[in-house]
């Protein structure tokens, strides 16, 4: 069916439809054992069965090629459902997007619809030991050897790394010229020789990021995005596109699921007749509305091509403020049974692990700071922050393994 022919009202009722034929609604008491991963592929799987994968991409790409208030329609009805975690956001938020904004035609045609059938998840490795918030200081290098890139170097904070097929990776092809104008991003399959992942436990005592060491790895050199030395340009297309979809993450705070959690605790410790309880829960959900309502319309801005960049960076930033605000109201209101819970208690670990993993969101697709430097320059219009243009020499010891 051409793209013209959709109905909106069938769409929505196919939708409607498929959902509750693949998955369980919300408030349903579920005892699924298979890993998040797992799950995230076999519903992405049924999603691009059904064609409901990739809704506004390219239908030569194996996406529906519609316009972007059908994704709303869908996501719309998708809130009433329990849905799997966002293990392949990665690949879906932000490298398939970035390929295809930067991606030559076989690119697209090789990694786009793999994909949208859940096939292959991606990772981002990016940030380094010594290049975070400096991110074109990466010193990963890949020196050209023939049809082939060889990468040497370290990567730290990868998330996901250890369940991905591939990945997009910054490396510098060219330490002579300034730091912004010698990088390259590459599409790296994680299974080649020479990678080795390491999971890095966390204070919460999963293991969401990984170290990853590069040891002569090969890569092919059509696997560059873009052009040689031009991947800086690739990798600010890919941070704005990381920082929408980290705020689009449940609308920031756990979306509404979360929200009626924390209601159901103040209820439960007879605190919802505090006008203090009130007006902080009233303050959460407004905040949680109209950063969804922000994201749904940078989301669109964003697909008509009109969108400036910078304001993914506003959403992140009032993403991170609003998870951890609240964890600490969620805190508050648990007192004593955030630290120490009854066993029998099946929310009991819930507030203590959200105030331990809130931290991250201030840190991980930039860091608050970082983020207010990008609003400052991209969207108020100020004047550039100073620094050097000049990239450290790789140190002998840069590659702590395992340390
Ligand atoms: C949950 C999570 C997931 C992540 N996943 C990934 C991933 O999949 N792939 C990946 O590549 N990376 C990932 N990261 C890494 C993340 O992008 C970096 O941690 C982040 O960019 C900060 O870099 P850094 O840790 O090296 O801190 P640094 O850059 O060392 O910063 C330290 C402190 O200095 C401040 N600072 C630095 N420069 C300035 C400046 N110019 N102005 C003001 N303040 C400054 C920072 O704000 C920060 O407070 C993840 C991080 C987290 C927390």
Request: proline share 4%; with cysteine; glycine share 12%.
């Amino acid at each position: 069916m051409a793209p013209g022919d959709v109905e909106e009202d069938q769409f929505r009722a196919d939708a409607l439809a498929f959902l509750e034929a693949t998955l369980p609604k919300k408030g349903v008491r579920t005892d699924s054992t298979s890993n998040g991963v797992t799950r995230a592929r076999a519903y992405q799987a049924c999603l691009a069965e059904a064609g409901f994968a990739g809704i506004t991409w390219p239908i030569q790409y194996g996406g529906r090629g519609l316009p972007g208030f059908f994704q709303r329609i869908f996501d719309t009805a998708a809130r009433g459902f329990q849905l799997p975690p966002r293990s392949l956001e990665i690949g879906l938020g932000m490298c398939g997007p970035t390929i295809l904004a930067h991606g030559s035609e076989e690119q697209k045609h090789a990694f786009i619809p793999p994909l949208l059938r859940g096939e292959h998840v991606w990772c981002e490795l990016f940030s380094e030991p010594g290049a975070g918030s400096d991110l074109a200081g990466v010193q990963t290098r890949a020196v050209r050897d023939g049809d082939t890139w060889v990468l040497d170097g370290q990567k730290v904070w990868t998330s996901g790394a250890q369940h991905s097929d591939f990945a997009a990776c910054l490396a510098r092809t060219d330490p002579d010229r300034p730091k912004r104008q010698g990088i390259t991003m590459l599409i790296v399959d994680m299974r080649t020789a020479g990678i080795s992942v390491r999971p890095l436990r966390q204070m919460t005592g999963d293991a969401h990021f990984n170290e990853v060491f590069l040891d002569g790895v090969r890569v092919p050199v059509e696997n560059a995005v873009g052009d040689t030395n031009g991947g800086w340009r690739v990798a600010r297309t890919m941070l704005a596109f990381e920082r929408q979809a980290l705020s689009g993450m449940g609308s920031g705070g756990g979306g509404k699921g979360g929200f009626n959690a924390l209601v159901a605790l103040a209820q439960a410790r007879h605190l919802t007749a505090h006008p203090g309880v009130r007006q902080q829960l009233a303050d959460l959900r407004i905040r949680q509305m109209v950063l969804r309502y922000l994201a749904e319309f940078e989301a669109a801005k964003r697909r008509s091509g009109t969108s400036m960049g910078g304001e993914a960076s506003l959403l992140k930033l009032a993403m991170a403020r609003l998870v951890q605000d609240t964890a600490d109201v969620a805190v508050g209101l648990a007192g004593m049974g955030a630290a120490a819970w009854d066993s029998s208690d099946i929310q009991g670990g819930r507030w203590c692990a959200q105030l331990l993993s809130a931290q991250s969101a201030s840190i991980g697709g930039g860091t608050n700071e970082i983020v207010r430097n990008v609003i400052a320059e991209q969207v108020l219009g100020l004047p550039r922050e100073e620094e050097g243009d000049i990239i450290a020499p790789v140190a002998s010891d840069a590659r702590r393994h395992g340390s």
